[in-house]
């Protein structure tokens, strides 16, 4: 069963930083493409950063030159260093991964549970 662990999120000061992290686990074969979306109260989810396996990243406007995503492929782990975080930012927090699990010939999308983070101002 293939399944995708996030951190605990948490309560920050605005201005200040957390670091996210997601972890997959199960029998997984390979992992392409990994993301981090996040959904505010009555909002749409929204993409925040996509890294796909070799390192090449992007990110939404909203959060360019704040945020870093980063991926540990050994460990399929996807990371999320965000900076300056404003309470604009406050959101659930979701990874995906996009991933083949061991035997499969397709890829699938997979999600983690979500993780709260809320900025105060």
């Known amino acids: 069963q293939v399944q995708l662990v996030e951190s605990e999120g948490g309560l920050v000061q605005g201005g200040g930083s957390l670091r996210l992290s997601c972890a997959a686990s199960g029998s997984i074969s390979s992992i392409n493409a990994m993301a981090w979306y996040r959904q505010a109260p009555g909002k749409q989810r929204e993409l925040v950063a996509t890294i796909i396996s070799g390192g090449s990243a992007n990110y939404a406007d909203s959060v360019k030159g704040r945020f870093t995503i980063s991926r540990d492929n050994a460990k399929n782990t996807v990371y999320l260093q965000m900076n300056s975080l404003t309470p604009e930012d406050t959101a659930v927090y979701y990874c995906?991964?996009?991933?083949?699990?061991?035997?499969?010939?397709?890829?699938?999308?997979?999600w983690g549970q979500g993780t709260q983070v809320t900025v105060s101002s």
């Open positions: 995906n991964a996009n991933l083949r699990p061991l035997g499969a010939l397709l890829y699938y999308v997979y």
